[in-house]
């Protein structure tokens, strides 16, 4: 199970910080994202983390956002920086390990301009 928070209302410019923790046992061989969703668009990965550590963003927030993994946390967070109103979506964790998916429930990120 995968808890997400940290979404909210920010101005142009603003910053917000996501977390998604995880109950379950496997958090730290499990490969962690970010996926976002607007409305009226499909769901897309913004962000990844592997279990080792590598990480990967799409071309629109490179340089803006970052993504990290606490493991004893059992946590994942995206530091998003500079927000743009097209950034507002609604912010999905998403966890693999082998066989096994699983996502947070989402949070809502709204930027205004």
């Known amino acids: 199970q995968l808890q997400a928070s940290g979404g909210g209302f920010v101005q142009a410019g603003g910053s917000l910080r996501l977390s998604c923790t995880s109950s379950g046992s496997i958090f730290r061989f499990s490969n962690m994202g970010w996926y976002r969703q607007a409305p009226g668009k499909q769901r897309e990965l913004v962000a990844g983390i592997s279990s080792g550590g590598s990480t990967n963003y799409v071309d629109s927030v490179k340089g803006r956002f970052t993504i990290s993994r606490d493991n004893a946390k059992k946590t994942v967070y995206l530091q998003m920086n500079s927000l743009q109103p097209e950034d507002a979506a609604i912010y999905y964790c998403?966890?693999?390990?082998?066989?096994?998916?699983?996502w947070g429930q989402g949070t809502l990120v709204t930027v205004s301009s």
């Open positions: 998403n966890l693999r390990s082998g066989s096994v998916v699983a």
